[in-house]
């Protein structure tokens, strides 16, 4: 015996008259299906999900709000643009940020008792 004997088994030599065994055709079509499914179910819909939430607390998002980028800067909002928005993060100190990155809108008065 040599090492690949350990490796790879050796095929073993169906008898000539035997017909080869016919694997469930069925069951070979319904394990994609299925697995696509519980993909869907595990990644893809709770990833649109939050795609749909994100969007729809961008489109609440007024002047004044308390947000967390997704750089982690926070501020108040300042101005709203169509792509872009304003964020005030100190006395004078404005951030123009793109829309999509923000995060977060915290409650009222979450920035003055964080300092």
Do not use: C, W
């Not at 035997?18 to 993909?39: D, N, W, Y």
């Amino acid at each position: 015996m040599n090492l690949l004997d350990f490796l790879i088994p050796a095929a073993h030599a169906q008898a000539a008259g035997a017909p080869a065994p016919q694997g469930g055709g069925l069951s070979m079509l319904v394990f994609p299906i299925v697995l696509i499914a519980v993909m869907y179910f595990v990644m893809i819909r709770p990833q649109m999900k939050r795609q749909k939430e994100h969007k729809a607390l961008l489109d609440k998002l007024s002047r004044g709000d308390e947000v967390i980028t997704s750089g982690g800067i926070a501020g108040t909002v300042a101005e709203i643009g169509d792509n872009f928005v304003t964020v005030e993060v100190a006395d004078g100190v404005k951030v123009r940020v793109q829309k999509g990155a923000v995060g977060n809108v915290l409650p009222k008065g979450t920035l003055k008792s964080a300092v």
